[in-house]
């Protein structure tokens, strides 16, 4: 197998195994508990609380709290920023954000929010002017992704939070960093010193799915989203996940020791894999192309012929790849990421995305620069849309847009 799909989920890092195994085991004792053997599990959420908000320059190791996944972190942000601040109902958001905003942000619009989706270009790039201009005296919240999980294209957060900022300092900036954390650099006490909450998920880099974390500035005026017990300082109520808590922190360790090797390695296997790609097949183009992009991510746009039927041959392979968001698998619409960027007809439902991690091999990628450009052959000869004879469109027969 060969696994192109690491924007959706990664695999667990061996050492990450083996640092939760103690807490399957001997170590099961819930934190909370008041006996000496329930200590050490205690200890060791604390450590992974001051691990990781080391990590991210978080001037406080209680600013972080533990949560299931990052859809939680997110939903918890924006619903406990609405309840502790009724008078303002203006959010500020993308429209190619996650569903996990998105979907939201549409919702409390049905209840009568005010919720502006600000734009991109052709390139995937925010429409700062429009960004700027959404900005009011009654907006409450900005909520905008570091990196798009289809694209890898990323904004600019550092200077999005300090127009923010400049703008109306109570105005709260909530970052979405599920895909950029351990391959962007993000420091809440530097490029980041003007975001107030920061959401991630631990299966996005080599720890197990049902854990991640959101950061909330302290001071930040942000009600409790699930109630319970006296978990996380009374902020988020449930048992804590142990395990998976030390196994995220685990993680981030490893990060830190190889992010920088990673990240080059990651994104001179990306551009190979690109280049290649858009030199053996004709009528491609790269999604997000002449825009800043994570090192791991490319989204390939082919015309002429479905993705769907891609992936299906690419999977046959053994290659696992993806069309977009794994939340929006299960649609036949196109992606709402591509939509937003003008993406044509013609392309848009024939765009693949790979996505490397640190495991990624140039083998794998060598394989995948073989039998791609086999696949699009393929296919393209049952488009009613491609002259097999000239190996160039049909314009007889062009879609309308």
């Known amino acids: 197998m060969i696994y192109l799909d690491n924007n959706a989920t990664t695999a667990i890092a061996l050492e990450v195994r083996e640092a939760m195994r103690p807490f399957f085991d001997d170590n099961y004792f819930n934190?909370?508990?008041?006996?000496?053997?329930?200590?050490?599990?205690?200890?060791?959420?604390?450590?992974?609380?001051?691990?990781?908000?080391?990590?991210?320059?978080?001037?406080?190791?209680?600013?972080?709290?533990?949560?299931?996944?990052?859809?939680?972190?997110?939903?918890?942000?924006?619903?406990?920023?609405?309840?502790?601040?009724?008078?303002?109902?203006?959010?500020?958001?993308?429209?190619?954000?996650?569903?996990?905003?998105?979907?939201?942000?549409?919702?409390?619009?049905?209840?009568?929010?005010?919720?502006?989706?600000?734009?991109?270009?052709?390139?995937?790039?925010?429409?700062?002017?429009?960004f700027v201009r959404e900005l009011r005296s009654d907006t409450l919240l900005v909520a905008v992704m570091h990196a798009n999980n289809e694209t890898g294209v990323v904004f600019p957060i550092e200077r999005l939070s300090r127009v923010v900022k400049e703008t109306d300092p109570s105005i709260l900036f909530l970052c979405d960093a599920t895909q950029s954390l351990t391959k962007l650099p993000i420091r809440l006490d530097g490029n980041f010193r003007n975001v107030d909450m920061l959401a991630f998920s631990g299966h996005k880099f080599h720890s197990p799915k049902g854990v991640g974390g959101l950061y909330l500035r302290r001071g930040t005026r942000c009600r409790t989203f699930l109630i319970g017990g006296h978990q996380e300082s009374g902020r988020r109520g449930g048992t804590e996940n142990v395990p998976y808590i030390v196994g995220m922190a685990k993680a981030i360790e490893c990060a830190i020791e190889t992010h920088n090797d990673d990240r080059k390695r990651m994104e001179y296997l990306r551009n190979k894999l690109e280049t290649e790609i858009v030199q053996q097949i004709p009528n491609v183009e790269v999604n997000g192309v002449g825009a800043e992009r994570m090192p791991n991510t490319l989204n390939i746009a082919v015309h002429?012929?479905?993705?769907?039927?891609?992936?299906?041959?690419?999977?046959?392979?053994?290659?696992?790849?993806?069309?977009?968001?794994?939340?929006?698998?299960g649609s036949l619409e196109p992606s709402h990421v591509l939509t937003a960027m003008g993406v044509p007809f013609t392309a848009k439902h024939g765009s693949v995305r790979f996505s490397l991690s640190r495991y990624t091999t140039e083998n794998e990628i060598d394989f995948v620069i073989e039998k791609f450009p086999e696949i699009v052959a393929r296919l393209r000869r049952l488009s009613p849309y491609w002259d097999q004879t000239t190996n160039k469109p049909r314009e007889s027969q062009m879609p309308i847009q």
Request: aromatic share 8%; charged share 20%.
């Open 31 to 130: 934190p909370s508990s008041m006996y000496g053997v329930a200590k050490p599990v205690k200890h060791a959420v604390e450590s992974a609380r001051e691990l990781i908000a080391g990590f991210l320059g978080a001037s406080y190791a209680s600013e972080l709290l533990f949560t299931s996944c990052a859809t939680e972190s997110l939903n918890a942000a924006i619903f406990g920023a609405i309840r502790a601040n009724p008078e303002r109902r203006h959010l500020i958001t993308t429209a190619v954000e996650h569903p996990a905003v998105l979907e939201v942000g549409k919702s409390l619009q049905r209840e009568g929010f005010d919720v502006s989706f600000i734009g991109v270009d052709r390139q995937g790039n925010l429409n700062l002017g429009e």
């Open 304 to 329: 002429y012929i479905e993705g769907e039927g891609i992936l299906y041959q690419l999977s046959d392979l053994g290659i696992c790849a993806s069309s977009g968001s794994a939340c929006t698998s």
